[in-house]
């Protein structure tokens, strides 16, 4: 027996022999104890993943995909009276030294080949949480929230939202990209801790790279200097949280 029902939007799951199915991505989804219709918990995919097989496929995607990111995001941002941060796509080279750097050579699961920040002050912020909740909106597969508790790496208070762009250029039909909500003055500081952010990961590649062939005294004093611009980052978010 097959039970349709809409969760929210257009969206459309199917119950299968106790497995919940996302149409139309035809994802397994979990139907794990924290899963509360009444409570209006999300129900999430137990892992997102991208449809692709290569960084080049998913890069195309992406390109192929940008105009109408774009102007969801336009439209979004617009409606919830938030500006609108756009770094545009995820260049190929940095999605191959993502995936090698923190995702164990998996490209397909890079989440952010199409990426914005939306900023705003903190009622506007409460308003688009609200708005991106996945039980209030069908595109929405992750919220993290850590407006509370900040990402303990980079001491950022900030949501990410992993929301998938409907696209006929994807497999699947969605392409999983990644939206961010900021604070105005969290994101002044980001300028400052982006580049930080870039250094680290130009040590931590050319370290990964080339081990072997450096000399240990070199290899420590660029572990010591990446571990430098890290506290460095941490601190400056930190900051930029007080103000």
């Given at each position: 027996?097959?039970?349709?029902?809409?969760?929210?939007?257009?969206?459309?799951?199917?119950?299968?022999?106790?497995?919940?199915?996302?149409l139309?991505?035809?994802?397994?989804?979990?139907?794990?104890?924290?899963?509360?219709?009444?409570?209006?918990?999300p129900?999430?995919?137990?892992k997102l993943?991208?449809?692709?097989?290569?960084?080049k496929?998913?890069?195309?995607i992406?390109i192929?995909s940008?105009?109408d990111?774009?102007?969801?995001?336009?439209?979004?941002?617009k409606?919830?009276?938030?500006?609108?941060?756009n770094?545009?796509?995820?260049?190929?080279?940095?999605?191959?030294?993502?995936?090698?750097?923190e995702?164990?050579?998996?490209?397909?699961?890079?989440?952010?080949?199409l990426?914005c920040?939306?900023?705003?002050?903190?009622p506007?912020?409460?308003?688009?949480?609200?708005?991106f909740?996945?039980?209030?909106n069908?595109?929405?597969?992750?919220?993290?929230?850590?407006?509370?508790n900040?990402?303990?790496?980079?001491?950022?208070?900030?949501?990410?939202?992993?929301?998938?762009?409907?696209?006929?250029?994807?497999?699947?039909g969605?392409?999983?990209?990644?939206?961010?909500?900021?604070?105005s003055?969290?994101?002044?500081?980001?300028?400052?801790?982006d580049?930080?952010?870039?250094?680290?990961?130009?040590?931590d590649?050319?370290l990964?790279?080339?081990?072997?062939?450096?000399?240990?005294t070199?290899?420590?004093?660029?572990?010591?200097?990446?571990?430098?611009?890290?506290?460095?980052?941490?601190?400056?978010?930190?900051?930029?949280?007080?103000?």
């Amino acid at each position: 027996i097959v039970t349709r029902y809409k969760e929210t939007g257009n969206s459309l799951n199917m119950i299968y022999n106790d497995n919940v199915i996302a149409l139309p991505t035809r994802r397994s989804l979990s139907c794990t104890p924290p899963f509360s219709i009444a409570a209006g918990s999300p129900v999430f995919p137990e892992k997102l993943y991208q449809s692709v097989n290569s960084a080049k496929e998913l890069h195309s995607i992406a390109i192929n995909s940008e105009s109408d990111f774009n102007d969801s995001m336009l439209r979004i941002a617009k409606a919830l009276k938030l500006d609108i941060y756009n770094p545009g796509i995820k260049a190929l080279h940095r999605i191959d030294q993502k995936a090698d750097l923190e995702k164990n050579g998996h490209v397909d699961h890079i989440l952010d080949p199409l990426r914005c920040s939306l900023i705003g002050t903190a009622p506007r912020l409460a308003k688009a949480l609200d708005f991106f909740a996945p039980a209030n909106n069908s595109n929405v597969l992750e919220l993290t929230n850590q407006f509370t508790n900040p990402c303990a790496e980079s001491g950022m208070r900030r949501a990410k939202i992993i929301y998938a762009l409907p696209t006929a250029s994807s497999p699947s039909g969605f392409l999983l990209t990644e939206i961010q909500l900021r604070h105005s003055l969290m994101h002044n500081a980001y300028d400052e801790t982006d580049a930080m952010s870039k250094r680290i990961r130009a040590i931590d590649a050319g370290l990964m790279s080339s081990t072997s062939n450096l000399a240990y005294t070199c290899t420590v004093r660029l572990e010591r200097r990446a571990a430098d611009l890290q506290r460095k980052r941490l601190d400056t978010n930190m900051s930029a949280a007080q103000c």
